[in-house]
């Protein structure tokens, strides 16, 4: 017979909710941040405006389109990095609130090498 202790189950389920909560926020953030971006600078990233407003009305709940899913952790396969920027160019943890979803969208689009 195989014991099921009960606080485990109950941890492992808060913890689940809790990394669904958050993935469900990135990806709200993440749509924001895309609709306020200028159309040329999408076609300069090379994705197209019309993909960007049919994804940026997506609800929080779906996931994002595949060349859009790329852009939440990393970079797409097809840009390569450029030369480390000094310490003093990175974007830094304290920038207003209004500039943090954009400086987060450029780190994921062009990281910066350490």
């Not at 000094?86 to 920038?95: G, S």
Request: a positive charge.
């Amino acid at each position: 017979m195989i014991l099921i202790d009960p606080e485990t189950v109950m941890t492992r389920t808060i913890e689940a909710v809790g990394r669904r909560l958050g993935e469900w926020d990135r990806r709200a953030r993440m749509r924001r941040a895309l609709a306020r971006i200028s159309p040329r600078l999408l076609v300069d990233v090379g994705l197209s405006p019309e993909a960007v407003a049919r994804e940026s009305r997506q609800p929080f709940w779906r996931p994002l389109a595949g060349d859009l899913d790329a852009l939440g952790g990393a970079a797409p396969a097809a840009v390569t990095p450029g030369p480390a920027l000094p310490a003093a160019v990175r974007p830094a943890a304290t920038l207003p609130a209004a500039v943090r979803p954009a400086a987060t969208l450029a780190a994921a689009i062009f990281p910066c090498r350490a």
